[in-house]
């Protein structure tokens, strides 16, 4: 089900819950090009301010992406900005909760404003805010 730009109502939120994996970051690494040690080498990891390995934080961020095009506003949505702000690390095994909230609608342009965080327990390891071109009414 997607939700058009008049469905949606400052407050309505949607959530996404993923566990990070070993598989994940090595995915992503591919994916991405992003081969940095801190995500792939523990002994070089442990030289961080983390000490040990996290993951990619844009990994993280995407998650925003899902709960945007895959709950609300859905499948059609546009993405077309998003502003983060990276709090806290992800570690492999963390289970990263992320939730997006409308904070304002343009409906004569279709347009959503989310006010999005990922949470890993209480933490919020990812603040930020998106926009997002919604479905057309059915």
Same mark, same amino acid.
């Given at each position: 089900?997607?939700?058009s730009?008049?469905?949606? @109502?400052?407050?309505?939120s ?5 566990t990070?994996?070993e598989?994940d970051?090595? @995915?992503f690494?591919e994916v ?8 792939f080498?523990?002994a070089?990891?442990?030289t961080?301010?983390? @000490?040990?390995?996290?993951?990619h ?11 945007l095009?895959? @709950?609300?506003p ?14 806290a ?15 304002e609608?343009v409906p ?18 990812i603040?930020g805010?998106?926009?997002?071109m ?5």
């Amino acid at each position: 089900m997607s939700y058009s730009v008049e469905d949606l @109502k400052p407050g309505m939120s949607e959530s996404f819950t993923k566990t990070v994996t070993e598989a994940d970051i090595q @995915k992503f690494g591919e994916v991405s090009g992003d081969m940095n040690p801190a995500h792939f080498d523990e002994a070089f990891a442990a030289t961080t301010p983390f @000490k040990t390995r996290i993951a990619h934080g844009v990994l993280s961020a995407s998650y925003i992406s899902t709960v945007l095009g895959m @709950k609300m506003p859905g499948p059609g949505t546009i993405f077309m900005s998003l502003t983060t702000r990276f709090k806290a690390p992800v570690r492999i095994g963390d289970t990263v909760v992320t939730t997006c909230t409308v904070h304002e609608t343009v409906p004569e342009k279709r347009r959503v404003i989310f006010d999005c965080v990922c949470k890993v327990g209480d933490t919020a390891v990812i603040e930020g805010e998106a926009m997002v071109m919604a479905p057309p009414k059915a």
